[in-house]
T-cell receptor, first 115, second 116 residues
Framework: AQSVTQLGSHVSVSEGALVLLRCNYS??????LFWYVQYPNQGLQLLLK??????LVKGINGFEAEFKKSETSFHLTKPSAHMSDAAEYFC?????????????FGTGTRLKVLA | ETGVTQTPRHLVMGMTNKKSLKCEQH?????MYWYKQSAKKPLELMFV???????ENNSVPSRFSPECPNSSHLFLHLHTLQPEDSALYLC???????????????FGNGTRLTVT
């Protein structure tokens, strides 16, 4: 069965510091992996996704993530945090090509950026 | 208007009321979803429609009743809800089989439901 674990429900970084949000998954088949961001009073917005090919994926707002099969990880990083990055971040996994419509989401990591 | 639009944004209802949530997608997608987001819990998939046919129903109580009249519109009809049903209800859409094809979900801004 698929699952997603996000380590740390809350992460605080200083403005300009490296952002690292951790995501580990389990899947019986090669997965599709996603990171979403949710700002207050909004829905989830896709940051980036991994399907096939290059394991380092670049997304919007300067974020990137690396798929590491051996570590079953898909950590999200950004070299320099901005105040506007404060939000909740969700990692998600979906099996392929099972033909299902199930995306499994982690419980989220709330990022706080300190001035 | 683009993307996924949900109305109303906020809803307060008593346990004996009947109300409906509406979702409309302008992306030409062929699958639509209802998710429930509660504090400190993972997103819970409620229902999935593909080409207007329900393909997922994750043991949701019958007081929640979905309706998908066409590929652009999705409703969630609510009746005799309980206080624990208070949550953010998110609608989403995707293209070409959703998770099985790697197509991401596109979310609306949600309806914040409070049951009194």
């Amino acid at each position: 069965a698929q699952s997603v674990t996000q380590l740390g429900s809350h992460v605080s970084v200083s403005e300009g510091a490296l952002v690292l949000l951790r995501c580990n998954y389990s899947s019986s088949v090669p997965p599709y992996l996603f990171w979403y961001v949710q700002y207050p009073n909004q829905g989830l917005q896709l940051l980036l996704k991994y399907t096939t090919g290059a394991t380092l994926v670049k997304g919007i707002n300067g974020f990137e993530a690396e798929f590491k099969k051996s570590e079953t990880s898909f950590h999200l990083t950004k070299p320099s945090a901005h105040m506007s990055d404060a939000a909740e971040y969700f990692c998600a996994v979906s099996d392929r090509p099972s033909g299902t419509y199930k995306y499994i989401f982690g419980t989220g990591t709330r990022l706080k950026v300190l001035a | 208007e683009t993307g996924v639009t949900q109305t109303p944004r906020h809803l307060v209802m008593g346990m004996t009321n009947k109300k409906s949530l509406k979702c409309e997608q302008h992306l030409g997608h062929n699958a639509m979803y209802w998710y429930k987001q509660s504090a400190k819990k993972p997103l819970e998939l409620m229902f999935v429609y593909s080409l207007e046919e329900r393909v997922e129903n994750n043991s949701v109580p019958s007081r929640f009743s979905p309706e998908c009249p066409n590929s652009s519109h999705l409703f969630l009809h609510l009746h005799t809800l309980q206080p624990e049903d208070s949550a953010l209800y998110l609608c989403a859409s995707s293209q070409d089989g959703g998770g099985a094809s790697g197509s991401p979900l596109h979310f609306g801004n949600g309806t914040r439901l409070t049951v009194t």
